[in-house]
């Protein structure tokens, strides 16, 4: 699933061995309260109730950890990469990401308890400040995602900052921007892969799903499918479809858990009602003759999976190459690459 990074204020309290420390209170229970299964242990030093961490989603643990590291180093981190991301509210495919910050020492060991670093002329030190937080700026986060991870997965935070951010009140970038921020940043070959997103990125992506989907669609070679597209029928409107094409006569529909749980997508329906209100769509696109292709989060976790829902449906392949078709059939992983 994506991270997300919005709910911060839901976030429970972190307890620090430090502030028990200060007030002369003693730290010798902690560990025995985690083998109870009372506390969980976020890092070295800082902690958690159990109850607390249980109820939270996979993006909001990865933010208390953000959090678990700020309030235990040395100096101020600065967020980066995923990391940064989560701060600004901008979603990311992520699994078992460690925490990122940025570092100017040119000295050994990077990477270690949990927090990847990543080099950085002092001079390219890009930073602001989010919920308090030291985090590389907005336009930089998405750019360094996109220099380093998959050509599907750099989409999902690029769509998302090419449209406004209304609940974090942040306009939308555009490409232009972006390209110029990146000029001089990165080597030739991440100068590519970021030119590369850049350029296919689409602000009409109405989903993370939908960016990492449209993604592994260019990837493995078919042809790129019209977004948002109108469904009409003899007597009107049918629906907007998150993909087409029209040679095949296919629509594509990714379906995301969100329309089942978040209030905004359910408008006072219940989740049953949802998915009954979803079959009737469906069956009214079918009703002018097209075909319809549905595929969830699990598909896209499966190596091939959408490819061949999208092959038995006949969307036409690409006769040529453009942007992204150089990481091959489907998007490679690399070590510290992101994974649903």
């Known amino acids: 699933m994506p991270c997300d990074g919005s709910g911060v204020s839901e976030l429970p309290r ?15 229970p902690l560990p025995a309260a985690v083998r109870s299964g009372f506390l969980v242990r976020v890092r070295q030093g800082v902690y958690v109730e159990a109850s607390a961490w249980a109820g939270l989603a996979a993006w909001q643990r990865y933010r208390l950890r953000i959090e678990a590291v700020a309030e235990t180093s040395q100096l101020p981190p600065v967020f980066s990469h995923h990391s940064g991301a989560a701060l600004w509210g901008v979603p990311t495919i992520q699994r078992g990401q460690p925490v990122h910050a940025l570092t100017t020492f040119r000295g050994g ?13 002092p001079a390219m030190l890009d930073a602001d400040t989010v919920d308090g937080l030291r985090v590389t700026s907005r336009v930089v986060t998405v750019l360094d995602l996109a220099a380093t991870v998959p050509f599907a997965e750099a989409l999902v935070p690029l769509d998302h900052v090419l449209k406004a951010d209304n609940v974090r009140a942040l306009p939308a970038l555009t490409k232009e921007e972006l390209l110029a921020a990146a000029a001089g940043r990165y080597s030739a070959a991440a100068m590519r892969r970021v030119r590369a997103a850049v350029e296919f990125a689409d602000a009409r992506s109405g989903s993370p799903g939908e960016s990492y989907s449209r993604g592994l669609i260019h990837a493995a070679g078919f042809e790129a499918p019209t977004l948002q597209h109108e469904v009409r029928s003899t007597t009107g409107f049918v629906a907007f479809t998150d993909f087409y094409w029209k040679e095949s006569r296919t629509v594509g529909e990714f ?21 009954v209100d979803e079959k009737l769509r469906e069956d009214r696109i079918r ?14 976790r499966k190596g091939g999976e959408l490819e061949g829902k999208l092959r038995t449906a006949g969307v036409p392949r690409r006769r040529w190459s453009s942007p992204g078709r150089g990481i091959g059939p489907r998007t490679q992983n690399r070590p510290g690459d992101t994974q649903i």
Not at 113 to 121: P, T
């Open 14 to 28: 972190l307890i620090l061995t430090r502030h028990l420390a200060e007030t002369g209170a003693s730290t010798r």
């Open 287 to 300: 009703a002018t003759g097209l075909n319809v292709v549905r595929w969830v989060w699990s598909d896209l």
């Open 109 to 121: 060991g990077r990477s270690r308890g949990g927090v990847r670093k990543h080099l950085v002329e």
């Open 255 to 275: 379906d995301g858990v969100e329309k089942y749980l978040k209030p905004e997508f359910l408008k006072g329906r219940t989740p049953g009602q949802v998915v």
